[in-house]
C-alpha cells in the first residue's frame, strides 16, 4: 500500500479516537490567565497543554513540553534536522454568552461538534497531531523531520511564539492551520499611531469628545458635550449629514451633548462597519468659531474624513498589485480638559514600511496643531507564492477538495506572521461561518477527517519526494 492511501487508511480508522480526544480537549476553558508560578498563561491552559502531549505520547510521537509555553511533537528524519513546522494553539478566547450548546462539552448534533476551540484552533490541533502520526505509519525514513507545535497564547499576544522562537524550536518552513483555506501567504503590516494636542479648555466650545476603547476595531459610538453651542445648530448640522450614522441631541443648561451610533467591524476591514467617532468629528467641524477645541476637530476631520479608508488624507495612501490598498481606521479619540489624545490602526501593503509611513504622516502633520506621537506595529509578512511549501500546498488542497487553489492576502496577521518562512493553510473554508471567537462555534465531523488527511499529505510531501 502506498503512503498516500495508508494515511486515507490510517485516519479513517481513527474517526472516533479524534473525536473524543477533541471533546477532551474542548472540556478544558483554556482561556489565559495570570502567570502562576510554572504556568505562564495560567493553570487551565497548562491542563490543556498536558491533555494534548497524553494525545501525542498516545500516538508514539515525540513529546516535550517546552516550559507550558508549547508542546513539541516530532517525527525524525535522515538528515536530523526539522524542516517542516505544523503550527496550532490550544488557548482560546472566553466562551461568552448565548450559545445553544454547551461550550465545553463537546457537544454533535447533526455530524457537527460544537464547542469553544472546535474550529479555533483545537480541532485543527487534533487534527494535526493525527496527520503527523499517519505520516510516521507509514513506516517510511523521510529526508527531514517534521514538527507540530502547539501554542499556548495566540489569542492573547503569541508571547509564546517568541519563547519558542527564542528556543530555536521553529523551523524556517510553516504552516498554521489557524486562518483561512486556500493559502494565506500576505499579511499586511500593522501601524499604530498616537496624535497629540492641546489647547486652552477655559473657552472651549468642544468641553468633551471621546469615542472607541479597543484600536482594532471600529468604533460604533462617540459622543462630544459642547457648550455655547446651539441644539438647534447641532440639528441643522444633522440634518444635513448623509453618514447613515444615528445622532441624538440632549440640552441641559449651557451645555449639548451628542450622541453618534454606529456600526462596529474588525479594523482590518474598516469599510465593513459605521464609524460614529469619523462621522461625529465631521458632523462637528461644521461648527462656527475659531477657539483651539474646533481647530482640532477640523483638523482630525481632515486627516480622516468619514467614509474615507485610504489613508490619503493623512498623506499615507499605498497599494500594490499583491497586497491589495493600505487601509486607516480612525480608532480612539479622547479630549478632555484640553487634552487631545487620538489613536488609528493602519494595515498597509507590502510596498510600504513601518519608517516609511512614520515620516509620511509627519510631513503631514508639519504646521498643524496635533503631533505625532508614539507609534509601533509589525511590518508585512510575505512569502512568494513560487516557493515549494506554497506550491505543495495548492497541490494537496485541489486534489483533496476538487476546487482551486489559490493564495490571498490579509488585513489582519494570523500565528505565523512573525515567522518569515511561514504560511495560513485552513481551516476555515470559504463561504463558510464557523462561528469562530462567536457562540455555537463548529467544526464537522467529516471537516475534522478530511483537514487531518490533508495535512499529513502536505507533510509527506514536504518532508519526502512522494
Known amino acids: 500500500m502506498d503512503c498516500v492511501k495508508a494515511i486515507d487508511k490510517f485516519i479513517d480508522s481513527h ?17 489565559a490567565a495570570q502567570s502562576e508560578g510554572d504556568y505562564p498563561f495560567g493553570i487551565n491552559v497548562a491542563r490543556a497543554l498536558d491533555e494534548a502531549l497524553s494525545i501525542g505520547e498516545k500516538l508514539g510521537l515525540k513529546c516535550r513540553n517546552l516550559d507550558n509555553y508549547a508542546g513539541i511533537f516530532d517525527v525524525s528524519g535522515q538528515s536530523g ?15 461568552g454568552d448565548g450559545w445553544k450548546h454547551d461550550p465545553f462539552a463537546g457537544e454533535i448534533e447533526d455530524g457537527i461538534f460544537y464547542g469553544r476551540g472546535a474550529i479555533d484552533d483545537k480541532g485543527p490541533a487534533v487534527c494535526a497531531l493525527y496527520a503527523l502520526a499517519a505520516v510516521k ?65 477655559r473657552k472651549s466650545a468642544v468641553e468633551r469628545l471621546s469615542g472607541g476603547d479597543i484600536i482594532n476595531m471600529v468604533p460604533s459610538r462617540a459622543e462630544a458635550v459642547l457648550r455655547g453651542v446651539s441644539p438647534e445648530r447641532i440639528e441643522e448640522l444633522i440634518a444635513r449629514d448623509d453618514s447613515e450614522i444615528v ?23 474598516p469599510e465593513l462597519g ?13 461648527l462656527e468659531g475659531e477657539d483651539g477645541s474646533l481647530g482640532i476637530v477640523r483638523e482630525l476631520a481632515r486627516l480622516f474624513p468619514h467614509g474615507e479608508f485610504s ?39 507590502v510596498c510600504e514600511s513601518l519608517d516609511g509611513l512614520e515620516a509620511r504622516l509627519k510631513r503631514r502633520l508639519e504646521g498643524g496643531i496635533l503631533k505625532l506621537g508614539e507609534c509601533g506595529g509589525s511590518e508585512p509578512h510575505y512569502v512568494p507564492e513560487e516557493g515549494r511549501l506554497v506550491s505543495v500546498l495548492k497541490e494537496v488542497y485541489q486534489n483533496e477538495t476538487g476546487q482551486k487553489a489559490y493564495c490571498r492576502a490579509l488585513g489582519g496577521a494570523t500565528y505565523v506572521h512573525h515567522s518569515p518562512g511561514g504560511v495560513a493553510f485552513g481551516p476555515v473554508f470559504p463561504g463558510c ?17 478530511s483537514d487531518a488527511k490533508m495535512y499529513a499529505k502536505a507533510i509527506l510531501k514536504l518532508i519526502t519526494d512522494e
Open 81 to 95: 534536522e526539522t524542516g517542516l513546522g505544523v503550527l496550532c494553539h490550544i488557548d482560546v478566547v472566553p466562551a
Open 15 to 31: 474517526r472516533d479516537e479524534m473525536v473524543s480526544d477533541l471533546r477532551r480537549l474542548v472540556a478544558i476553558p483554556s482561556v
Open 274 to 286: 459605521k464609524n460614529a467617532l469619523t462621522a461625529l468629528v465631521s458632523l462637528l467641524a461644521g
Open 311 to 349: 489613508g490619503e488624507s493623512a498623506g499615507i495612501d499605498a497599494s500594490d498589485r499583491i497586497s491589495g490598498a493600505l487601509t486607516v481606521n480612525f480608532s480612539i479619540l479622547n479630549i478632555n480638559d484640553g487634552n487631545v489624545c487620538a489613536k488609528a490602526d493602519v494595515r498597509f501593503p
Open 433 to 449: 461561518d464557523n462561528r469562530l471567537h462567536a457562540s455555537d462555534e463548529f467544526i464537522a465531523v467529516d471537516q475534522l477527517i
Open 247 to 269: 445622532f441624538s441631541v440632549e440640552a441641559e443648561g449651557d451645555r449639548v451633548s451628542v450622541r453618534a451610533q454606529g456600526e462596529t467591524a474588525h479594523a482590518s476591514t
Open 137 to 201: 505509519s507509514c513506516g517510511i525514513e523521510p529526508a527531514t523531520g517534521a514538527r507540530v507545535i502547539l501554542g499556548t497564547n495566540e489569542e492573547n499576544g503569541s508571547s509564546d511564539m517568541r519563547y519558542c522562537e527564542s528556543k530555536g524550536v521553529v523551523p524556517d518552513m510553516l504552516f498554521s492551520p489557524d486562518a483561512d483555506y486556500p493559502i494565506v501567504n500576505i499579511e499586511k503590516g500593522l501601524f499604530r499611531c498616537t496624535l497629540e494636542g492641546g489647547f486652552d479648555s
